[in-house]
């Protein structure tokens, strides 16, 4: 999943979104450096990671992108589920889309201070240029690839990838509203153990 994804799987809880978006920059055992609501945020991101490996229709959305990108369809489709959440997003969450972005930025600004060094500018990136908005377009999506190809250390074929989607956006469309359902109760069934656990 992608950041808007994470955040959206979250819930309500500020912290779990935060941990949610910034998990990417989280590397090594958990809580390390980060105070512990936000190392929960950053275990359920991890968690949902997992579980979309192996699901059904994330499997299959993978499996739709040509083979010239096979072995970058894990990442491709993470966007692709962005930009379907985005695109969709009033049959998903009550909030306006523009103001959900804007009260998730607030959210992180707000525990910035608390996030690793190296984790802050591209948060503030994030806010500055409004990638999770950006998301609802195919514009925004193409946009996202052409950057992840540029920081890559390895050529890589992620610029132009929003092509693949433009191939069966119907069948990817699918795919994402049997796993997003199928995540939501996942992330409810998870939280729910956290909390039997006393976490």
């Not at 912290?15 to 910034?22: H, S, T």
């Not at 804007?102 to 525990?111: A, E, K, M, N, V």
Request: hydrophobic share 40%.
């Amino acid at each position: 999943m992608n950041f808007l994804a994470h955040a959206f799987l979250a819930g309500d809880d500020p912290a779990l979104r935060v941990g949610g978006v910034v998990g990417d920059w989280i590397k090594g055992p958990l809580p390390g450096i980060l105070p512990p609501d936000l190392a929960h945020g950053v275990a359920l991101h991890r968690a949902i990671d997992s579980f979309a490996e192996t699901h059904p229709a994330f499997c299959a959305s993978r499996n739709r992108v040509s083979a010239g990108r096979r072995r970058y369809a894990g990442i491709l489709v993470d966007i692709f589920y962005d930009h379907l959440l985005a695109r969709d997003w009033p049959t998903h969450h009550p909030e306006a889309l523009t103001e959900y972005c804007t009260r998730l930025y607030r959210q992180i600004d707000d525990r910035l201070n608390a996030l690793p060094d190296h984790a802050r500018p591209a948060m503030q990136l994030m806010a500055g240029e409004n990638w999770l908005h950006s998301y609802n377009g195919l514009d925004g999506i193409a946009d996202v690839l052409a950057r992840m190809a540029q920081r890559a250390r390895q050529p890589n074929p992620l610029a132009g990838g929003e092509a693949e989607f433009s191939t069966a956006p119907d069948a990817f469309a699918a795919d994402f509203r049997h796993f997003i359902d199928d995540a939501q109760d996942f992330v409810t069934a998870w939280i729910s153990e956290q909390h039997s656990q006393g976490r």
